[in-house]
């Protein structure tokens, strides 16, 4: 016979009965628990009444999704909505050299000092710039205020197209965007070689009709490299001569480097035909440089006779090299003087 879950007396205590517990029938301790009533579960599909569901709306068709996840999606949507879809625009650029205009913002122009100055002053819907440059040099350094260029960026620009790269430089000066500017010019000057200088000399030489800052920090490094980079490149001028083993000069023996006032001859003859191959404002600036590192005033003036016979061998023989001795000697590179026809006078000299 099972147990009943609550006695008489059980219930008397439940129900209000504050009699002694000792009168309390505890049988119902061993009583199985009960079970547990079933409950409905939601069909399929059904979302109970207590659960709030949240639907996005639908995003039309056309508009950006912009992600902030991080800067350079910030940038992204910049470039695409602001500069190449031009929405939201509140100002057109004008170049008429290139005959095109751009839809832009005034906000994004204004990191630029020089646009921030022109839009600080009264203005119109439209500013007309005077930019005589190619229309890919316009379009990357407008797209840099946007979405700026990273290192690598400036790299390709300046292995694949380097006159785009020097228009850059033309624009970054008259724009005042420092960043960029020094960004091109590291990058010019850790791509120089022995080949690409001659390039790079051309190219800069159709710039400096007016003289500017950035094309003479631009010659500054291209004659750095003449003067130092390629010289230890070449082993040119070194400041030893390696030795197969010991010798013996008088009593002293001196191992593998010794003081050497003749240089080898191969490193001093290539580096004297590439100094011969260049124009001749910069074989004056690299053979009259303080940085060329030759020993005495002597070598260099060696040297300077060496680059000039390889030019005269090519046609060119309006410059010769002299050496001045004042208070500061040095080798002077200076175009030749020919003789004048004349006659000699003895009236010009005292008589015995």
Known sequence: MSTPLLTHNHTQFLNGYHGSMDSIDHSFRDASPPLPLPMPMPMLGQIPHHQQTFFPPMVPIGTPIFSDHNMQDYCDYLYHVGFLQGQFSDIHLVFPTLQKSYALHSLVLSRSPAFFRRLSQPHGKSLEIDLDLSSEA????????????????????????????????????????????????????????????????????????????????LQHHLVQYLTHRLVNQLEAFPIGAKMTGGICIGQNEAFGYMPAKTPPLRGMVELARAYSMLPESYMKLCLEHEDLPVQDMIQRFHFAKQVLMFREQCGKQNITAVMRFDQNPCVLIVKKVGRKAGRWDLSQYDKV
């Open 138 to 217: 316009i379009y990357t350094v407008l797209s840099h205020l946007y979405r700026p260029l990273s290192y690598g960026d400036v790299c390709f620009i300046v292995n694949e197209n380097p006159r785009v790269a020097l228009e850059l430089l033309e624009a970054t000066e008259e724009l005042e965007m420092e960043s960029l500017s020094d960004m091109l010019i590291h990058s010019i000057n850790q791509h120089l070689n022995q080949i690409s200088i001659y390039h790079w000399i051309r190219l800069l030489r159709s710039f400096t009709t007016s003289r500017k800052r950035w094309t003479e920090t």
